[in-house]
């Protein structure tokens, strides 16, 4: 009986590799629709069991040539490439996913004032709100520069419970009462859900700190009011964590959502935080929301404040935070990393004369 020839051989192997496709491709189909009932009853895309399970019925079932090991590790590469393409799905269905929204999301903050998609903004203020005396003199001192957005902490989550903690609705008040008078957009931070609608009356955009990035029902009630949220990146989250958390409040219905980088916690000692730089490329390719940079909570030096402000407007930033104090030696949180209103002066000089501040 006559051998078969070589492009006959080919010719078969060609005929099988089409049909490996056509079932792989229906396996990735199944996949998919196992990954979309995974995620509308919240279940892990991930089943170690169900993986060992099918593989060892694989096993059993191999026949040959292929030994058992290679017939694990090909499946395992399979199954692999189906978690990762569940993964591709569920990013593509998230609301503040770039393919969800292919154009820049505009948070407008009033008065012609807008974060993204144009001209950087630069965010000032100081670290706490003190007194009416202490904001009114940083506001003013703003408005002469021309900055339109004034930012000042009235709750204060700090790392230890005896310092100080904030002013509270009484900040915010000061707040009101200062950016009325200057014609200031106003940013702070809230840290109880039962308080966001009720910083609504006092202020123009609420900040989600970096501890409170992952407080779910923090996120959840700034996703109910249709206030501009600044959401700050916690000290140790992965992008991704990052995106999901602005994700819980998108949700809700608040499409007026800004990230803003602030350094993430790492060995280094040399600056407060390290300043994840490549988060803003990332960010702004991942997601249509806006990206700030927090020059001062991720350095934690003044002596490196503007090139570090520089480096994340050439990242792609739509915006920079930096704070500001009148007497920074006597303030009451953050003494060291603040700016008094002459360096910030300096420091607001250098940032325009690069030319990124627009």
Request: aromatic share 4%; hydrophobic share 40%.
């Amino acid at each position: 009986m006559n051998q078969p020839s070589l492009e006959t051989l080919r010719q078969k192997l060609d005929e099988t590799n089409r049909q490996l496709l056509e079932l792989l491709s229906e396996r990735a189909k199944i996949a998919q629709e196992i990954g979309n009932l995974k995620e509308k009853q919240g279940i892990p895309k991930f089943d170690p069991v169900r993986e060992k399970q099918m593989l060892t019925e694989l096993v059993a079932s191999n026949k040959g040539p292929f030994t058992d090991d290679t017939i694990r590790h090909l499946f395992k590469q399979i199954f692999q490439a189906s978690l990762n393409l569940q993964v591709t799905d569920h990013k593509k269905q998230l609301l503040v996913s770039r393919k969800k929204q292919k154009e820049d999301t505009v948070v407008t903050l009033g008065d012609d004032v807008k974060v993204g998609g144009g001209s950087p903004v630069l965010i000032a203020g100081p670290c706490s709100v003190e007194s009416y005396d202490q904001t009114r003199t940083v506001a003013a001192a703003l408005k002469q520069a021309g900055i339109t957005v004034l930012r000042g902490g009235a709750f204060k989550p700090r790392t230890s419970p005896y310092d100080f903690q904030g002013l509270g609705i009484e900040g915010l008040k000061i707040l009101k009462e200062v950016g009325d008078e200057f014609g200031l957009k106003t940013i702070s931070e809230i840290v109880d859900p039962a308080h966001v609608e009720l910083a609504c009356e006092y202020i123009d955009v609420i900040q989600i700190g970096a501890r409170n990035m992952q407080n779910f029902e923090l996120l959840k009630a700034a996703g109910e009011v249709r206030k501009p949220i600044l959401l700050k990146r916690g000290l140790a989250a992965t992008i991704d964590e990052f995106l999901h958390a602005a994700e819980y409040i998108l949700a809700r219905g608040n499409t007026q959502v800004m990230l803003i980088e602030r350094g993430i916690r790492t060995y280094e000692k040399a600056t407060r935080n390290t300043l994840d730089i490549s988060a803003v490329p990332i960010l702004k390719q991942e997601s249509h929301l806006p990206v700030l940079v927090d020059v001062t909570h991720s350095t934690g030096r003044k002596d490196i404040l503007a090139p570090c402000a520089k480096a994340a407007l050439a990242a792609g930033a739509d915006g920079v935070m930096v704070e500001v104090h009148p007497d920074p030696a006597t303030a009451l949180s953050d003494a060291a990393q603040q700016l008094n209103i002459e360096e910030f002066g300096n420091f607001y000089a250098q940032v325009r004369e690069s030319g990124l501040l627009g």
